[in-house]
């Protein structure tokens, strides 16, 4: 008899403990959403590096550009107070 009841004392904690926690499926969802998420983050932050590059590559074409234009006038102003 008190073998019975602990064999049936042992099932009904078993499905209990059964009945409690996620389905593997449910953890897999939640771990394909969480990846898709930090895929998304993952693409934002690319994005945002690519517009600071083209942004950095602009300025410095504009820094560049406005050398050659203040070296171009300095080289127009030079000659005419050597004369």
């Known amino acids: 008899m008190r073998k ?3 064999i049936a004392l042992m099932l009904s904690a078993t499905l209990g403990l059964a009945a409690c926690d996620k389905k593997s499926e449910d953890k897999q969802q939640d771990a394909n959403k969480a990846a898709e998420q930090s895929q ?8 945002k ?6 942004e950095s590559q602009e300025a410095a074409q504009k ?3 406005a050398a050659q234009e ?10 005419a107070t050597k004369q």
Do not use: G
């Not at 998304?40 to 994005?47: G, I, N, T, V």
């Not at 590096?49 to 083209?54: E, G, I, L, P, S």
């Not at 203040?70 to 000659?79: D, H, L, S, V």
């Open 4 to 6: 019975s009841l602990a």
């Open 40 to 47: 998304e983050s993952m693409q934002k932050a690319q994005d």
């Open 49 to 54: 590096v690519n517009d600071a590059a083209k």
């Open 63 to 65: 820094n560049a550009e």
């Open 70 to 79: 203040r070296a171009k006038e300095a080289n127009q102003a030079a000659p």
